[in-house]
């Protein structure tokens, strides 16, 4: 990829559609070496980004999902204490003597996401994507610092291990909490906007080419004008593509059907939002009578 | 393809955009300003637009700062000459064709613009006597308890000092919540298999001794709203001490509201007692006026530090007088009570003989309330404190 524009149509053949700035973000990144802060409401694309990143690269995609607790056993590496149980046994059984070196072998390390990012030999990075970093412990931050800055990893029984070529990192979060200074600095930043309703309506059309377009254009206005609201959680593109799909399935072609009352729990996910939604959608059917 | 900002020096352009981004607040540090040079190297700009989407991967790392840095960049490329600066784009009498207009920042030294190395540093002006740390008020404890026996609005400013100072001292415990993550404890139940196997390298590989682990504990997220209206003008200044003891014991996200929502955390969090209480006096605007306590609770609902609350202990201090609907108040309060994991309300109100929550907001509140307490002296704040340590 040799410029912004390239990575748009390249994005763009997966099915991605990017606007400038995810497009000079994205291109940067890969050009600097350096890893890709996206950060946006929920639904806005975030982890899709790196999904058709590894796509349009051609490169496997590694994934990391954080959650609260998560440490350096499960995302870096793990020593195989089971197989080195046993190799004690067995040198024990044939009264070999067994040397430190001789049990913190590679042979005895389990590749967790990150290492195996690390250790990956192919002829092109792979993409690693580190999901809703927020939600892990701020101490797991601090983990991922020597990674993201020199893109090695220290076993301090093997030493250390450097990427041939340093992986394509991306990491999301959904602001939950404020992520630490230094970790920020390591990365390149973007914001992604919810997009205005003539894109979204050009991504829905990608995500599901069965609608109708009358279809498409109308529950996207709608969403839009839903998340105007006071909603507890917003619909976001990844909702209002599965609404849309959900309508297409019933082979819906206009909102003011029968059917599409039904289909609201695709995009109010809580009792509260779903009476205001249905409200929105009476309404919205009256004027276009 | 014609390229902006050709024959500038990158560095220097860097650096002084940095400058002006960081004179305007926003924190930018060397790493940014190193990335802005390698990222004008990576991709020449071929239009303002580009530029600008250049400018701020490399720079901006929060989203806070985006209004910031938009701010800045317009008021430096604002008045930039249509682009992309084609040859054909310039009308033929006013082609130049061995200059390329670019924005630049070097001249207007004066203003507090342009290269930082063009001006010396403004002096900095010496630290206030009265914050150092060698000043400590002569106050015998029973004097103090006293003072704290008494209204808010009886209060001098030095004493309210003193007693912010008791009440910090007081935030020592804190309700904890249990993490997810383990640590070694040879009272916990778990085996930590990980140590265990590091110790057993001692013993020949025979695991004599089982390390055990327990669950991490951490202090439980705190989340304050504090009534600034009219009817709380008399409790405002000892509740921003409140807020200000919890947010530098507990890290606490505090809000003030009267008719809108303020965020007083960043404010409230200098290492300076006066200092913060300055900057969260000068960033509340709608202090003592009318209170809509509902749309408040439901803007901090839906607005991006909502998450904040979820699991959280939320503490309002206010007298319960809204003049919103007490429907919408039973709304925002039950959307509260089913995210947060406590809710305590103080009212200076409540300690009065014969309190009754008549007052329909607090009435409608009431319900979704786990404690309602009182809060009309420093007294019944550090009882309020203790309540929440046990």
Known sequence: MNSPEDVRLRLDAVDYLVDDGLAMAVYLSLRMGK?????????????AAAKALALALGTPFIRLQCYEGLTAGEALYEWNYQRQLLAIRLAEARQEKLADADLFTAEFLQDRPILKAVRHDGPQPPVLLIDEIDRADDEFEALLFEFLGEGAITVPELGTFTAARPPIVVLTSNRSRELHDALRRRCLYHWIEFPSPARAASIVRRAVPGAAEPLIRSATEFVGRVRALELDKAPGLAEAIDWVSALAALGVTDLAEDDVPRTIGTIAKTPDDRLAVAAALVAARQESR | MPVLLRGVDRAAFAVAFVERLRGAGM???????????HALEASPPVSVNALYWTVRVALVRRQPDLAVFDRVFHSVFGDAPPLPLTRASVPPSKRDDVHLAVPHGGDDAAAGGGLPWATLPPAVAAADPAESPLHTPERRPSELAALAERPFEELDPQQLDDLADVLRATLTRWPARRTRRHAVDPSGRRIALRATIALARRTAWEPVTVVRERPVRRPRRAVLLCDVSESMSAQAAAYLHMMRAFTVVAEAEVFAFATSLTRLTPALR???????????????????????IATNLAALLDSHHGNTLRGALVLIASDGWDSDPPEKMTAAMSRLRRRAHQIVWLNPRAGAPGFAPRVAGMAAALPHCDHLLPA???ADLIAAMRHLSV
């Open chain 1, 35 to 47: 890893p890709l802060l996206l950060e946006g409401e929920p639904g806005v694309g975030k982890t």
């Open chain 2, 27 to 37: 924190a930018a540090g060397l790493t940014e300003t190193g990335d802005l040079v």
């Open chain 2, 270 to 292: 200098h290492s300076s007692a006066r200092e913060a209480m300055a900057r969260a006096t000068a960033s509340v605007g709608d202090r003592f006026g009318g209170t809509r």
């Open chain 2, 376 to 378: 009309a002296t420093f």
